[in-house]
C-alpha cells in the first residue's frame, strides 16, 4: 500500500470552494505532491474538534489562509494556533495577503509554526488605489460627484480647497514594495517625493527624498501616505503631534490599516480645518465606519477596496499556494514573515 501523502488545508471563503481564481493552478502545483482539503467547518468549535486525531482535518501539514475564513472560525489567535500545534504535523501557514494581523504570529513563533503572506502581489493594485486617494483629495473630485448625483452638479465646491497633483509633496510613510510603487506612479506628474522608513532603502531612486525622523515627513508633506504594517509598535503611529506638525490644510492617505492613525486625533483635525481631507480605504473596526467621517463630504471613503480586482486576487493566491509547494517540495516557502525570519 502506498503512504498517503500530505494533506493541505484550504481556509478561506465558503463561496467557490475555499479559492476564488487559482483552482486549476492549485491542482498542478499539488497533483503528486499533497491532498487538498477544502475547510468546511461552519464555526470554530467544528473547525476545532476537526483539527483532533481522526477528524476531518487530521494529518493537515500546511493551511491556505485567507481572511474571508474569519467569518467562520475567527481570527487566527492563540486558541486556533494551540489547536494546530497539537496537532504536531502542522508546520506553515500560508496566507494570503500582505497584511497579516489576523494571525498570532507570537505564538506561531512559540509553537514552531512558519507564517508567510504575499508581499509584491498587492503592490500595483494598492498602490494604484492610494494614487486615486491622493488624486480625489487634492482635486475634490469624490465631492464634485456625490454634487452631480444628488442633482446640484457642482455648486457648493469651492476651487479655493483644490490643488493640481503637479508640484505637491507626498510623503511616503514606509517605502516597501506598495510604497515605491505609489512613488513611482506619482513621479509622472511629477509629485515631490519625501519619504522615512526605520532604515534608509537602498532600493529608492535618487528623486525619492529620505527624511529621517517621522515628524520631519509631516512637516514636508502636503500629502501623507501610510504604507505601514500593523504591529503593536505602529498602532496610532499617526497621532495628534504628527498631524499638528502637518501643514494646515494638509491631506491624509491611508491604504495600510484603520489603527496605524489616531482616528480621534484626525477628526479632531478634520473639524478645525487643520486637515483639509483624508482619503481611506481603512478602518479600525471594519466593516464599521465610524459615522462622523461621512459628515465631511470633501473626505474619500472607500470600502477597502485595495486588491479588489480579478489580476491581484488570482496573483495573490496564487503566490499564497507557491509558498505551501515551496514548503513541501524544498522545505521552506519564500515570503516567510520578518517577525519569524529569525525565529524559526
Same mark, same amino acid.
Given at each position: 500500500?502506498?503512504?498517503?501523502?500530505?494533506?493541505?488545508?484550504?481556509?478561506?471563503?465558503?463561496?467557490?470552494?475555499?479559492?476564488?481564481?487559482?483552482?486549476?493552478?492549485?491542482?498542478?502545483?499539488?497533483?503528486?505532491?499533497?491532498?487538498?482539503?477544502?475547510?468546511?467547518?461552519?464555526?470554530?468549535?467544528?473547525?476545532?474538534?476537526?483539527?483532533?486525531?481522526?477528524?476531518?482535518?487530521?494529518?493537515?501539514?500546511?493551511?491556505?489562509?485567507?481572511?474571508?475564513?474569519?467569518?467562520?472560525?475567527?481570527?487566527?489567535?492563540?486558541?486556533?494556533?494551540?489547536?494546530?500545534?497539537?496537532?504536531?504535523?502542522?508546520?506553515?501557514?500560508?496566507?494570503?495577503?500582505?497584511?497579516?494581523?489576523?494571525?498570532?504570529?507570537?505564538?506561531?513563533?512559540?509553537?514552531?509554526?512558519?507564517?508567510?503572506?504575499?508581499?509584491?502581489?498587492?503592490?500595483?493594485?494598492?498602490?494604484?488605489?492610494?494614487?486615486?486617494?491622493?488624486?480625489?483629495?487634492?482635486?475634490?473630485?469624490?465631492?464634485?460627484?456625490?454634487?452631480?448625483?444628488?442633482?446640484?452638479?457642482?455648486?457648493?465646491?469651492?476651487?479655493?480647497?483644490? #490643488?493640481?497633483?503637479?508640484?505637491?509633496?507626498?510623503?511616503?510613510?514606509?517605502?516597501?514594495?506598495?510604497?515605491?510603487?505609489?512613488?513611482?506612479?506619482?513621479?509622472?506628474?511629477?509629485?515631490?517625493?519625501?519619504?522615512?522608513?526605520?532604515?534608509?532603502?537602498?532600493?529608492?531612486?535618487?528623486?525619492?527624498?529620505?527624511?529621517?525622523?517621522?515628524?520631519?515627513?509631516?512637516?514636508?508633506?502636503?500629502? /501623507?501616505?501610510?504604507?505601514?504594517?500593523?504591529?503593536?509598535?505602529?498602532?496610532?503611529?499617526?497621532?495628534?503631534?504628527?498631524?499638528?506638525?502637518?501643514?494646515?490644510?494638509?491631506?491624509?492617505?491611508?491604504?495600510?490599516?484603520?489603527?496605524?492613525?489616531?482616528?480621534?486625533?484626525?477628526?479632531?483635525?478634520?473639524?478645525?480645518?487643520?486637515?483639509?481631507?483624508?482619503?481611506?480605504?481603512?478602518?479600525?473596526?471594519?466593516? /464599521?465606519?465610524?459615522?462622523?467621517? /461621512?459628515?465631511?463630504?470633501?473626505?474619500?471613503?472607500?470600502? #477597502?477596496?485595495?486588491?479588489?480586482?480579478?489580476?491581484?486576487?488570482?496573483?495573490?493566491?496564487?503566490?499564497?499556494?507557491?509558498?505551501?509547494?515551496?514548503?513541501?517540495?524544498?522545505?521552506?516557502?519564500?515570503?516567510?514573515?520578518?517577525?519569524?525570519?529569525?525565529?524559526?
Amino acid at each position: 500500500m502506498s503512504p498517503r501523502q500530505p494533506r493541505i488545508l484550504i481556509c478561506g471563503s465558503a463561496l467557490a470552494g475555499n479559492l476564488v481564481w487559482a483552482h486549476e493552478e492549485a491542482r498542478q502545483f499539488f497533483d503528486g505532491l499533497a491532498d487538498l482539503v477544502v475547510m468546511d467547518s461552519p464555526n470554530r468549535a467544528d473547525f476545532l474538534v476537526g483539527l483532533k486525531s481522526g477528524g476531518k482535518y487530521d494529518q493537515i501539514v500546511g493551511i491556505y489562509r485567507h481572511n474571508t475564513s474569519a467569518d467562520r472560525i475567527g481570527v487566527f489567535d492563540e486558541e486556533i494556533i494551540d489547536a494546530l500545534a497539537e496537532t504536531g504535523t502542522v508546520k506553515w501557514i500560508a496566507h494570503n495577503g500582505a497584511g497579516y494581523d489576523q494571525i498570532d504570529v507570537s505564538r506561531c513563533a512559540n509553537k514552531g509554526i512558519s507564517v508567510s503572506n504575499t508581499p509584491g502581489a498587492v503592490d500595483d493594485a494598492t498602490a494604484t488605489t492610494a494614487l486615486y486617494l491622493v488624486i480625489s483629495c487634492l482635486r475634490n473630485y469624490a465631492w464634485a460627484e456625490q454634487s452631480l448625483r444628488q442633482g446640484t452638479f457642482k455648486s457648493g465646491l469651492d476651487p479655493g480647497r483644490a #490643488h493640481d497633483v503637479t508640484g505637491r509633496t507626498l510623503g511616503i510613510l514606509g517605502l516597501g514594495g506598495i510604497g515605491l510603487r505609489l512613488a513611482h506612479l506619482v513621479h509622472a506628474f511629477p509629485m515631490r517625493v519625501v519619504y522615512y522608513s526605520r532604515n534608509k532603502s537602498a532600493n529608492a531612486p535618487e528623486w525619492c527624498e529620505y527624511i529621517d525622523s517621522l515628524e520631519g515627513l509631516c512637516r514636508e508633506s502636503d500629502v /501623507l501616505s501610510l504604507h505601514v504594517p500593523l504591529r503593536d509598535e505602529t498602532v496610532h503611529l499617526v497621532g495628534e503631534k504628527e498631524i499638528r506638525v502637518m501643514k494646515k490644510g494638509s491631506i491624509i492617505v491611508n491604504t495600510a490599516r484603520g489603527k496605524v492613525i489616531d482616528e480621534e486625533a484626525m477628526i479632531r483635525a478634520l473639524e478645525d480645518g487643520h486637515l483639509s481631507s483624508v482619503g481611506l480605504d481603512v478602518y479600525p473596526n471594519e466593516p /464599521l465606519v465610524n459615522p462622523r467621517l /461621512l459628515e465631511f463630504p470633501q473626505n474619500v471613503l472607500l470600502p #477597502h477596496m485595495g486588491t479588489e480586482n480579478q489580476d491581484s486576487q488570482r496573483h495573490m493566491e496564487v503566490r499564497a499556494l507557491t509558498n505551501l509547494r515551496d514548503f513541501l517540495r524544498d522545505g521552506q516557502g519564500n515570503d516567510l514573515i520578518p517577525e519569524l525570519r529569525s525565529k524559526l
